[in-house]
Every structure is written in C-alpha cells, then in structure tokens.
C-alpha cells in the first residue's frame, strides 16, 4: 500500500506592522514607479513588483488589492511632492509674480532632473492614452487654477505682458520641453554621447526654460521684491 503524501500547507501570511509595514510600502512604491516608468501601464505586471522585492503575492495584496491602486498610489506618491513645492512657490509671500513663475520653472525643472522616472512616467502616460482618474496630480486643477490666478493677476498689474491670452502656452513650453529633455533627447541623438543629467547641460537647459517663459509672458526686466 502506498503511503499517503503528508499534506503542505503554506505558512499564513502574516501582516507587517508599524515600521516595518510603512518600509515595505515604500519600496513597493518605488520598485512599482521604475517599473510602470519602463514598460508602462498595460505591460508592467504585478508579480514583477512582487519579483523584485522578493515579497509574495499575497504579502503585495496586503498593501494594494489590484494593479490599478497601486498605480493609483504610485502616482499619487512620485508626484505628491512636487506638486506641494509648486503650490508653494506660487503662493510664496513677498515674492513678485514674475519671481513666483520664475521660481516654479526652476523647481519644475530641478524636480524632473532629480527623479527622471518623472518624466518617463509622463510620456508613458501621454504615449499608452491612459485616463487616470486624478491625471498626473491628485489635485491637479487646483495647481492649474493657482497658475491661472497668478496669470490673470499678472496680466492686470502689467507685471506680466503675455504674447497669448491662453496660459497654457507657457506650461506647454515649459512643462513639455523639460520632460522631453530629461527622458527623451539622449535617446534621440544615442551617438552624441550627450549627458542631460551634466550639471552645465541642466544649468544651460534650465536658462532656455526660463528665457522661454520670460518671452512667452513678456517679462522684460527684473521685478523687485514686493516690501512687506
């Protein structure tokens, strides 16, 4: 008679606490951001994530039950702080509106070069025609309409003299050319051996940007500081 096979009964997963469980979570958010930045949305699987971490599925589930909310968090997580450095130096205190725009081209332009996964994450959005719930920002027609405000009460100072009446000119400029520099032009030019991370060639970009800006809302001198 052939012995019965004793029954395996995979251990119980046992869910993290404190430290540890808000450890975990971050790294499943960062491995998640390089992964959907590489292959995108449709593509990136969530055994990959799992994979990479050496964590089960079911250790990956205790955090995000689908694909679709940790994209959702992952999202949230990659752009949650820009989005709060941009809101604060549009509103910043004491600051002209010339040096406010100036300031949040320059933070946009030194967010992207710090965590190019940013940009690469943008252009998968843009190329895979996915429709998030939120967008990019969890919050982002708040940080439009702040940039909307800001224009509009520039345009009526004369502080701002822009050549379009539509703002959206300018964050096109600006927005889109540093996405497309920090994650596309290498690629495009593989044997000019050319380095967008350099810090002249960021320093040399970021001058462009800001000299686009400055034409495209006709800023033609330095705006002084308003006195509190």
């Not at 079911?58 to 989005?83: I, N, P, T, V, W």
């Not at 919050?139 to 702040?146: E, G, P, Q, S």
Request: hydrophobic content about 45%.
């Amino acid at each position: 008679m052939r012995p019965k096979l004793a029954a395996i009964k995979a251990a119980p997963f046992e869910a993290p606490t404190g430290t540890k469980a808000e450890r975990t979570r971050s790294a499943v958010l960062a491995a998640a951001e390089t992964l959907f930045a590489e292959q995108g949305y449709a593509a990136a699987k969530l055994e990959d994530v799992a994979d990479k971490l050496g964590l089960t599925r079911a250790a990956l589930f205790y955090y995000f039950r689908d694909k679709q909310s940790l994209y959702d968090a992952m999202l949230a997580e990659a752009f949650g702080a820009l989005a709060k450095r941009l809101e604060q130096v549009l509103a910043a205190e004491g600051k002209s509106i010339t040096e406010r725009v100036e300031l949040a081209a320059g933070a946009w332009v030194d967010s992207l070069v710090a965590r190019p996964t940013l940009a690469r994450l943008i252009l998968r959005i843009v190329a895979d025609g996915l429709h998030t719930e939120h967008g990019v920002f969890a919050d982002d027609d708040r940080l439009a309409m702040k940039f909307l405000a800001l224009f509009q009460e520039g345009r009526k100072s004369g502080e701002l003299r822009p050549l379009h009446d539509n703002p959206f000119h300018v964050a096109s400029a600006v927005l889109g050319t540093s996405v497309f520099y920090v994650a596309a032009l290498a690629t495009l030019v593989p044997h000019a051996r050319f380095e967008p991370l350099d810090p002249e060639q960021v320093a040399a970009h970021k001058r462009e940007v800001l000299f686009e800006a400055r034409r495209l809302l006709g800023i033609t001198r330095k705006t002084k500081s308003k006195r509190s």
